[in-house]
């Protein structure tokens, strides 16, 4: 029989034995899992989770699903600089100006000289030699006007004046548009542009019996051109007048302005009167000749006709035409002959100008002709006879109008 005392020593060695076995089996059960997990880490590395994109992981696997972040909207385009109120919207271009000059080549006599070449002219502006960018020889319905003076100083102008437009009208083609415009204190339109000439001949008819004394000329010729400025391509002005004026609103510098600043409008100036101021001149009657109006002494008279003549020469020769002072009736055909020569028959020049500035100053312009291989002066046959003079007909010069006027 065994004491208590020894029961209980040996149910307490029982139990240390126990946990022994129990942590012996459990160790050899846990030892190959472990050393496959190791096995497995050494011989390939745990492949790596890609991180979620910003704004949280994807899918609700997650306790809390984190929303996507929104894509933040393009920011708003700029607003748009306007205008001070009441302007438009403008956009600013700088463009070198197209300068045309028409020129014409004629022989010593007068006649038309034909067949030059590009080569053969030399252009320059304030001295600077110009590239000729277009050229050519034209012969080409005409767009005219036929500007005469009608005023109540002297029917002898009258006559010499319809006589000159008549011969005009008969030189025309069918293709070609005129109108007629007389003066006196102010100008009016006694036919618009048409291709009709009996109706061109009509209006001349309408001119017998002047209303008024005045001639101004000034205004009228600024009237003229301020029209023709509207029309598109080359224009001519047909002058036929004294050249005198007695009570224009506008004065010679600023007609002169504006005969300056074309630059498709040719003019040609017929002056009439020429045989009643030479038949009065011989017999010391020109103070009766009105010009500027009122009686004058004989000398301011004759003085105040030839500042007309010159005002008339000048006015054609800043726009590249011609002027011609006829004593005779009988010239007519010959001036009407040559005028429509000129402007049916020239060389057409226009170049890019070098000074790009628009800055309302006028431009002096220079056409020679040299030889187009030497670049020397130029040897001309006309007609199969050496021509040694020749005459350059262009125009002086332009004005670069301002870009804001």
């Known amino acids: 029989m065994v004491s208590p005392r020894n029961l209980r020593r040996r149910v307490t060695?029982?139990?240390?034995?126990?946990?022994l076995l129990i942590a012996a089996s459990f160790f050899?059960?846990?030892?190959?899992?472990?050393?496959?997990?190791?096995?497995?880490?050494?011989?390939?590395?745990?492949?790596?989770?890609?991180?979620?994109?910003?704004?949280?992981?994807?899918?609700?696997?997650?306790?809390?699903?984190?929303?996507?972040?929104k894509e933040e909207p393009p920011p708003p385009p700029k607003p748009k600089v306007k205008n001070p109120e009441g302007l438009g919207d403008y956009s600013l271009q700088v463009s070198v100006p197209l300068v045309n000059v028409p020129v014409l080549v004629t022989t010593h006599g007068g006649e038309f000289?034909?067949?030059?070449?590009?080569?053969?002219?030399?252009?320059?502006?304030?001295?600077?030699p110009q590239k000729i960018t277009n050229f050519q020889q034209a012969e080409a319905p005409i767009t005219a006007v036929l500007l005469v003076e009608f005023a109540s100083t002297n029917y002898s102008f009258i006559y010499d004046m319809l006589n000159n437009a008549y011969g005009f009208a008969q030189s025309l083609k069918p293709q070609d548009w005129?109108?007629?415009?007389?003066?006196?204190?102010?100008?009016?339109?006694?036919?618009?542009?048409?291709?009709?000439?009996?109706?061109?001949?009509?209006?001349?008819?309408?001119?017998?019996?002047?209303?008024?004394?005045?001639?101004?000329?000034?205004?009228?010729?600024?009237?003229?051109?301020?029209?023709?400025?509207?029309?598109?391509?080359?224009?001519?002005?047909?002058?036929?007048?004294?050249?005198?004026?007695?009570f224009s609103k506008l004065n010679y510098d600023q007609v002169l302005k504006k005969v300056k600043g074309t630059r498709d409008i040719t003019i040609y100036a017929i002056s009439v009167g020429q045989a009643i101021r030479l038949y009065a001149e011989s017999r010391g009657l020109t103070r009766y000749l009105h010009c500027t109006g009122g009686m004058q002494t004989e000398s301011t008279a004759q003085l105040d006709f030839l500042q007309a003549d010159n005002q008339m020469s000048t006015f054609a020769k800043m726009t590249g035409g011609k002027v011609y002072l006829p004593r005779f009736a009988g010239e007519v055909r010959d001036i009407v002959g040559d005028i429509s020569n000129a402007?049916?028959?020239?060389?057409?020049?226009?170049?890019?100008?070098?000074?790009?500035?628009?800055?309302?100053?006028?431009?002096?312009?220079?056409?020679?002709?040299?030889?187009?291989?030497?670049?020397?002066?130029?040897?001309?046959?006309?007609?199969?006879?050496?021509?040694?003079?020749?005459?350059?007909?262009?125009?002086?010069?332009?004005?670069?109008?301002?870009?804001?006027?």
């Open 113 to 128: 000289i034909p067949g030059l070449q590009k080569d053969n002219f030399r252009v320059s502006e304030d001295g600077v």
């Open 13 to 19: 060695v029982f139990a240390a034995v126990a946990g």
């Open 343 to 405: 402007i049916r028959n020239e060389y057409e020049i226009s170049y890019h100008s070098t000074n790009p500035k628009l800055d309302g100053t006028f431009r002096k312009i220079k056409v020679e002709l040299v030889d187009a291989q030497t670049g020397g002066p130029i040897k001309m046959n006309v007609n199969g006879k050496p021509e040694k003079k020749y005459s350059i007909i262009a125009r002086d010069g332009y004005t670069a109008k301002r870009e804001v006027e």
């Open 178 to 246: 005129v109108a007629v415009i007389s003066y006196d204190m102010r100008p009016q339109i006694q036919q618009d542009f048409t291709q009709d000439k009996s109706r061109v001949v009509a209006a001349l008819n309408h001119l017998r019996i002047p209303g008024f004394s005045e001639t101004n000329l000034f205004d009228a010729l600024y009237d003229t051109i301020d029209r023709l400025e509207r029309v598109q391509g080359r224009k001519y002005i047909i002058l036929m007048s004294t050249g005198c004026d007695s």
């Open 28 to 69: 050899l059960m846990s030892a190959p899992a472990l050393a496959q997990t190791q096995g497995s880490q050494t011989s390939a590395p745990p492949q790596q989770e890609t991180p979620p994109e910003a704004g949280g992981p994807q899918g609700s696997t997650s306790p809390i699903a984190v929303p996507k972040k």
